[in-house]
C-alpha cells in the first residue's frame, strides 16, 4: 500500500520570502500522480500544483513549484514571494495512474499548517 | 457550473440518531468518493464508487453506508451516529483513470461538519 508522510507538523514563514514544504511517499509503482493541495480556513479543498510521475521537469504554477525526485520518492513544494492568503493547511497526495477502482483513491499526507508572518 | 455540492453543510446528532449526507456533482464523473478529515490524520477514505450502482470500501468503512443509485449522486448514511464519528467529511470527484480527459486529480466539494454529542 501507498503512504505518504508530511513530518512537519507546522511551519512558518515571513511575507514575501520563500518557504518548502516537504513530502515523501512510499510506493512500488512506476506511473502515478502527486499533488499538493491547498486547505484555508474556509475548509475547502483547492489544488495548488500536480506532478505527473513520467515527467522529469518538475511543474511550476506561478509562485509555487516542486521539486521532484522520483528515486527518492520525495515531493517537496517551494512557495516564493509568500503571501498573507498562503496561510492555510497542505496537503501531500498521491494517486496511482493504474486503470483499477481501488487504485484510483487519493491517499493523503496528515498535513503541514503553514502561517505567514506580516 | 457547482461542481461537487455537499448537503447538509453543519450538522449536530445525538448518539444513536441516524442522518445521511448528500452529494452531488454535475461534471459526469464516474468515481466518486466519501473522506473524513480528523486533526492529525490527514483525509481518510471512507467509501468509494467506481459507477453507478457500486461501491467498495476504503480505508474506515464501520459505521458508514452508501450508495450511488445514479452516477451524479452518492449517499453517505450514518445508521447509529457515536461520538468518535464527529468529523468533517468531503465528498470527492474524478474521471475514470482510463478516461483521456483524467488529470489525476480528484474534485472536492466543501465539507460537511458532523458533530455528535
Known amino acids: 500500500a501507498q503512504t505518504v508522510t508530511q513530518s512537519q507538523p507546522e511551519m512558518s514563514v515571513q511575507e514575501a520570502e520563500t518557504v518548502t514544504l516537504s513530502c515523501t511517499y512510499d510506493t512500488s509503482e512506476s506511473d502515478y500522480y502527486l499533488f499538493w493541495y491547498k486547505q484555508p480556513p474556509s475548509r475547502q479543498m483547492i489544488l495548488v500544483i500536480r506532478?505527473?510521475?513520467?515527467?522529469?521537469q518538475n511543474a511550476t504554477e506561478n509562485r509555487f513549484s516542486v521539486n521532484f525526485q522520483k528515486a527518492a520518492k520525495s515531493f517537496s513544494l517551494k512557495i516564493s514571494d509568500s503571501q498573507l492568503g498562503d496561510a492555510a493547511m497542505y496537503f501531500c497526495a498521491y494517486r496511482s495512474a493504474r486503470n483499477t477502482g481501488a487504485n484510483s483513491k487519493l491517499t493523503f499526507g496528515k498535513g503541514i499548517t503553514l502561517s505567514v508572518r506580516p | 457550473n457547482a461542481g461537487v455540492t455537499q448537503t447538509p453543510k453543519f450538522r449536530v446528532l445525538k448518539t444513536g440518531q441516524s442522518m445521511t449526507l448528500l452529494c452531488a456533482q454535475d461534471?459526469?464523473?464516474?468515481?466518486m468518493y466519501w473522506y473524513r478529515q480528523d486533526p492529525g490524520m490527514g483525509l481518510r477514505l471512507i467509501h468509494y464508487s467506481v459507477g453507478e450502482g457500486t461501491t467498495a470500501k476504503g480505508e474506515v468503512p464501520d459505521g458508514y453506508n452508501v450508495s450511488r443509485l445514479k452516477k451524479q449522486n452518492f449517499l453517505l448514511g450514518l445508521e447509529s451516529a457515536a461520538p468518535s464519528q464527529t468529523s468533517v467529511y468531503f465528498c470527492?470527484?474524478?474521471?475514470?483513470?482510463?478516461?483521456?480527459?483524467?488529470?489525476?486529480?480528484?474534485?472536492f466539494g466543501e465539507g460537511s461538519r458532523l458533530t455528535v454529542l
Open positions: 461534471m459526469n464523473h464516474e468515481y
Open positions: 470527492a470527484s474524478s474521471y475514470s483513470p482510463a478516461w483521456t480527459m483524467n488529470t489525476g486529480e480528484l474534485f
Open positions: 506532478q505527473e510521475a513520467y515527467k522529469q
